[in-house]
């Protein structure tokens, strides 16, 4: 029988088929070899022996990556169904000023920088020159990225920039097979004033992942930023997504960011907030410390 979904020529039967390429993938492709053969086989395993059969593509979806998480805290890996083609992979640069939602001053002469992710640096950079110039003036500086999950390294290293006096080297990124790391460094030169000498505070929650976690974990082992919320969501290896049907694909780390600041990265563990607090309650926090 032919489920009726928005997905026609999805078929409960193809079920297997797509753990088998989705093993394969993780298999050939995990940033760690071993846990990624590990991977495939504790998935096969799973479908062999599960008694949960989910119909929907969706459901099926979740339980894949539900049964990948038991095995690995990545927080990148996941099995979704194709969103509909975008050049932004869904996200609508324009609907956020190519991730600025907000840039404000506050009372009491305090600047607030809300980001729900990083674009194409060509386009966002412009945005967020302007922004920083917007609150050159202020004596505090309060950078939101409770609702940000990431987005062009190239994006976060420039913002990064203007809290830093000289060229910082962010992190050198190791893809698997690579025998050369890839390193990402601060822009020496840039549109707008940096933002030294003044305190700065970052916006954390669970949902803050991936590239927001960076500028996040950076600025706090610099001692550059006090951050405020929540530990957030503890993914850090970047990768790509790898088609395993139609209608499915499966995101697969293939690399890991290595920070000079401490020799390692956030991966799996998240990076823990100066001042913890529920998400909802971080501005008003950050607030009463000024």
Same mark, same amino acid.
């Given at each position: %029988?032919?489920?009726? @979904?928005?997905?026609?020529?999805?078929?409960?039967?193809?079920?297997?088929?797509?753990?088998?390429?989705?093993?394969?993938?993780?298999?050939?492709?995990?940033?760690?070899?071993?846990?990624?053969?590990?991977?495939?086989?504790?998935?096969?395993?799973?479908?062999?022996?599960?008694?949960?059969?989910?119909?929907?593509?969706?459901?099926?979806?979740?339980?894949?990556?539900?049964?990948?998480?038991?095995? @690995?805290?990545?927080?990148?890996?996941?099995?979704?169904?194709?969103?509909?083609?975008?050049?932004?992979?869904?996200?609508?640069?324009?609907?956020?000023?190519?991730?600025? @939602?907000?840039? #404000?001053?506050?009372?009491?002469?305090?600047?607030?920088?809300?980001?729900?992710?990083?674009?194409?640096?060509?386009?966002?950079?412009?945005?967020?020159?302007?922004?920083?110039?917007? %609150?050159?003036?202020?004596?505090?500086?309060?950078?939101?990225?409770?609702?940000?999950?990431?987005?062009?390294?190239?994006?976060?290293?420039?913002?990064?920039?203007?809290?830093?006096?000289?060229?910082?080297?962010?992190?050198?990124?190791?893809?698997?097979?690579?025998?050369?790391?890839?390193?990402?460094?601060?822009?020496?030169?840039?549109?707008?004033?940096?933002?030294?000498?003044?305190?700065?505070?970052?916006?954390?929650?669970?949902?803050?992942?991936?590239?927001?976690?960076?500028?996040?974990?950076?600025?706090?082992?610099?001692?550059?930023?006090?951050?405020?919320? #929540?530990? @957030?969501?503890?993914?850090?290896?970047?990768?790509?997504?790898?088609?395993?049907?139609?209608?499915?694909?499966?995101?697969?780390?293939?690399?890991?960011?290595?920070?000079?600041?401490?020799?390692?990265?956030?991966?799996?563990?998240?990076?823990?907030?100066?001042?913890?607090?529920?998400?909802?309650?971080?501005?008003?926090?950050?607030?009463?410390?000024?």
């Amino acid at each position: %029988m032919t489920l009726t @979904t928005p997905h026609p020529t999805w078929h409960p039967d193809d079920r297997a088929s797509v753990v088998d390429a989705a093993a394969h993938a993780l298999a050939e492709q995990y940033v760690f070899p071993d846990v990624g053969a590990a991977l495939a086989d504790a998935l096969r395993i799973w479908w062999a022996t599960t008694p949960e059969r989910p119909d929907t593509p969706e459901a099926f979806c979740a339980a894949v990556s539900a049964a990948l998480r038991a095995h @690995t805290p990545d927080g990148h890996l996941r099995l979704r169904v194709k969103p509909e083609k975008h050049p932004h992979h869904g996200r609508e640069p324009f609907a956020s000023a190519h991730g600025l @939602t907000r840039a #404000e001053i506050l009372d009491g002469n305090v600047g607030l920088l809300e980001l729900r992710g990083f674009f194409d640096v060509t386009a966002a950079a412009p945005i967020i020159a302007a922004a920083l110039q917007l %609150m050159a003036g202020t004596r505090a500086l309060i950078l939101d990225l409770r609702r940000n999950g990431g987005g062009d390294p190239a994006c976060t290293a420039f913002l990064q920039g203007f809290f830093f006096a000289e060229p910082l080297h962010v992190n050198t990124f190791w893809h698997r097979g690579a025998t050369e790391g890839v390193q990402t460094w601060t822009p020496s030169v840039l549109p707008a004033p940096r933002y030294l000498d003044r305190p700065v505070f970052v916006l954390t929650s669970r949902r803050t992942a991936s590239g927001a976690e960076e500028v996040a974990y950076v600025l706090r082992h610099a001692g550059r930023a006090t951050l405020i919320g #929540e530990t @957030t969501a503890g993914a850090a290896h970047p990768g790509e997504f790898v088609s395993v049907h139609p209608h499915l694909e499966l995101f697969v780390p293939g690399g890991r960011p290595v920070v000079p600041l401490t020799g390692g990265n956030w991966e799996g563990v998240g990076v823990e907030p100066h001042i913890a607090v529920p998400a909802a309650e971080a501005l008003e926090v950050a607030l009463g410390q000024l």
